[in-house]
Structure formats: structure tokens, C-alpha cells
């Protein structure tokens, strides 16, 4: 419930909307761990049904209009990290998901995220490095070698990224700690 005091703007809700979506791809994530660390499958069911959701929605849901790049979520790097953890749970789930709805999923969630995140952040940055890393972490998933070029090889690409965003001190190219680490945390899973 909420406050009475507080006024349940639309911009209030977005926000919460943004949140549980970002809270629901971690426990997509974990829920796929559990089934392959106690193999129930009632956990292979939910992490499955969930990605099932946003793949049957996702051309019903607009993009966003304040940033490029983003569909569900408010910010594109939200759109990446959350793909990421789909895409784990896909990759953890194995085969207990039948080819025929993995392809699904692939055609209806995964690609028309990674071609929408492929228009984004044509530099070298922080942000772009996780877009990159969550496409390629599909394309490992999906066997696609064209999406692991876009991903990789292309301009801006994590090659690129790190060629040219890690400097003589190993330190990335935005002067942060934060950023440095921001970088790796982006790339470890790819």
C-alpha cells in the first residue's frame, strides 16, 4: 500500500514498475541456480514462465521515448544488465527448455533486445561495454556468430572497448574506481 500522503504519480509508478522488473530478472537468474543446484522443477518453471512473459510481451510493450535503446526498463544499461541475467537463465536451464521455445524466446525477447541495444552507445564507455557484453553473452548462448561479431568485433565492440578504454595503467578510460570495476563486473559473465 501506499502512503496516502503520496500522490501515485505516473512517474512514481514507472519507477516502480523499473525496480521490480530489475529485481525480477535477478530472481529469474537465481530461480534457474536453484533448479540446476536441486534439479526441482518448480523452479525451472518459474525462471522459464518468466522469460516466457517478456518474450510474449515484448512488442506490446512501447519503447521508452526518454532514451534510446530502452523497451522495458527506463535507462538502456537497465535493459542490458537485465538481459544478461535472462540470457543466464536460459543458458543455466539448459535443456530442460525444448529447442523449439528456446527459438522462440530467441526471436521474440532476445534478438529484437540485442539489435535495439546495437544502437546505442556508438563510443567507448562504461555503459556500452555492458551493452556489448550482454549481446555477446546472447550470441555464446544462441551459437550466432553474427550477433558475437556485432558484439566483438565490430566498432565499439568489446575489443574495441577494452583496446581503447583501458589505458597504459590498466585503469579504464572514465578515471574511476568505480568505473574500472563497473567494467569487469560488465564483462565478467560474458
Not at 518459474?46 to 510474449?56: E, H, K, P, S
Request: charged share 20%.
Amino acid at each position: 500500500c501506499s502512503d496516502p500522503r503520496v500522490a501515485l504519480t505516473p512517474k512514481l509508478h514507472a519507477a516502480w514498475v523499473d525496480e521490480f522488473r530489475s529485481r525480477m530478472a535477478g530472481e529469474i537468474a537465481a530461480a534457474a541456480q536453484l533448479y540446476r543446484l536441486t534439479g526441482d522443477q518448480k523452479y525451472a518453471d518459474w525462471a522459464a514462465g518468466q522469460i516466457d512473459f517478456y518474450a510474449d510481451n515484448y512488442a506490446k510493450c512501447p519503447k521508452q521515448s526518454n532514451a534510446p535503446g530502452t523497451h522495458f526498463m527506463w535507462q538502456s544499461l537497465d535493459e542490458a544488465t537485465n538481459l544478461v541475467d535472462y540470457a543466464t537463465a536460459a543458458r543455466i536451464l539448459g535443456d530442460y527448455v525444448t529447442p523449439e521455445r528456446k527459438a522462440r524466446w530467441f526471436t521474440e525477447l532476445f534478438s529484437p533486445e540485442c539489435d535495439l541495444l546495437n544502437t546505442t552507445y556508438k563510443t567507448i564507455h562504461n555503459i556500452a561495454c555492458w551493452h556489448r557484453a550482454a549481446v555477446g553473452i546472447v550470441a555464446v548462448l544462441y551459437h550466432n556468430n553474427a550477433l558475437w561479431k556485432k558484439a566483438v568485433d565490430d566498432k565499439y565492440g568489446v575489443s574495441d572497448q577494452l583496446a581503447r578504454g583501458v589505458t597504459s595503467d590498466y585503469l579504464w578510460r572514465e578515471q574511476s574506481l568505480g568505473y574500472n570495476s563497473y567494467v569487469v563486473e560488465a564483462l565478467t559473465p560474458f
